[in-house]
């Protein structure tokens, strides 16, 4: 894929990526490097973040990985201290770790909702706290985006952990979008509305199944979603290329899969409007349906 005039403004900048040792992260930190970009990989796994900053390094790119955990609010401020102090600034922050959660909502464990919560709430929250201050001091043009979802816009009986948070994170991108614009400043707020990618996302969606929710059903539906992600996910290099390009132009609303996002918002508003009972997602399946 050839760059738009937008990518080869990003080219000599930094970005910090979180979550950046798998899945959509890799993809967009290595997409980032082709883009002339130094790339900072924060995972909470550090031997994958490795794998991932080595990988961007022998094709000739810079990157570093470091380990981070964002549902602590204390690494993000170090990781946004380290970047600062050692490359001086940065272009983009993509704000991407997140977790799956599945199951019904009084089953899931104390641990599995603080842990769901706060890395993909307080992960995205702090990351924006940690390094707007900073970006902003830089008075340059650069990019903030967080990683929402189409799943943003629906609901979805039996996956309440994971959508809340993404509605949360959704609201969060435009409350910051409004912030930006009041003080005039020269960041874009982009909100990625990924569709279903072929990532791991649903590989390890709780801890042990509770007590009382049917753990063979939960399972099942687990090594469905698992499946139907790798069978039918778009491909992470594909994604990464649309969602670069898009946050390079500095748009707001950055889709996958445009469609299908613009046919959940249309039945969302339906449900706004009429008031009915909520609905499930179109087209979606869930752990009832196994
Ligand atoms: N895969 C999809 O279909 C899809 C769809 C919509 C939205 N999303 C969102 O995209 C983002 C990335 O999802 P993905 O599919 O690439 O997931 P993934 O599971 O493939 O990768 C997530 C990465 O985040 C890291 N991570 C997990 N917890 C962390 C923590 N506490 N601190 C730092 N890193 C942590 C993991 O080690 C992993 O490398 C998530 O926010 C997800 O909600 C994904």
Redesign the pocket.
């Known amino acids: 894929m050839s760059l738009s005039e937008d990518e080869l403004k990003m080219g000599g900048g930094v970005a910090v990526i979180?979550?950046?040792?798998?899945?959509?992260?890799?993809g967009l930190a290595r997409r980032a490097s082709e883009l002339g970009m130094t790339v900072i990989i924060?995972?909470?796994?550090i031997e994958?973040?490795e794998k991932v900053a080595s990988g961007i390094r022998k094709t000739g790119g810079k990157a570093e990985a470091i380990a981070?955990?964002?549902?602590r609010p204390e690494e993000l401020d170090h990781l946004a201290e380290h970047v600062f102090g050692n490359y001086g600034g940065v272009r983009l922050l993509v704000n991407?770790?997140?977790?799956?959660t599945l199951g019904f909502c009084w089953e899931i464990s104390a641990a599995r909702w603080e842990?769901t919560l706060?890395?993909?709430i307080h992960?995205v929250v702090h990351g924006v706290r940690a390094f707007a201050p900073r970006m902003l001091a830089m008075k340059e043009e650069c990019w903030i985006a967080n990683?929402?979802?189409?799943?943003a816009f629906g609901i979805m009986p039996t996956q309440s952990a994971?959508i809340m948070?993404?509605h949360a994170v959704q609201s969060f991108s435009e409350g910051l979008f409004l912030d930006m614009k009041l003080i005039g400043a020269p960041i874009h707020v982009c909100s990625?509305?990924?569709?279903?990618?072929?990532?791991?996302?649903f590989?390890?969606v709780s801890d042990p199944p509770s007590t009382d929710v049917d753990s063979s059903q939960l399972r099942s539906y687990q090594q469905a979603m698992s499946e139907m992600?790798r069978d039918y996910?778009m491909d992470?290099k594909q994604g990464s290329e649309i969602i670069m390009k898009k946050i390079a132009a500095g748009e707001f609303w950055i889709s996958t899969h445009p469609e299908t996002t613009a046919k959940i918002i249309t039945s969302r508003i339906e449900f706004l409007k009429k008031q009915n009972d909520p609905s499930i997602i179109p087209g979606s399946k869930h752990l009832l349906d196994y």
């Not at 924060?42 to 796994?45: L, P």
């Not at 990625?192 to 996302?201: A, F, Q």
């Open positions: 979180t979550g950046a040792g798998g899945g959509i992260g890799s924060a995972d909470i796994s994958n973040a981070v955990d964002v549902s991407n770790a997140g977790i799956e842990s706060n890395i993909n992960g990683l929402s979802s189409a799943g994971y948070t993404k990625v509305i990924p569709g279903l990618m072929r990532t791991g996302i590989d390890t992600a996910g992470i």
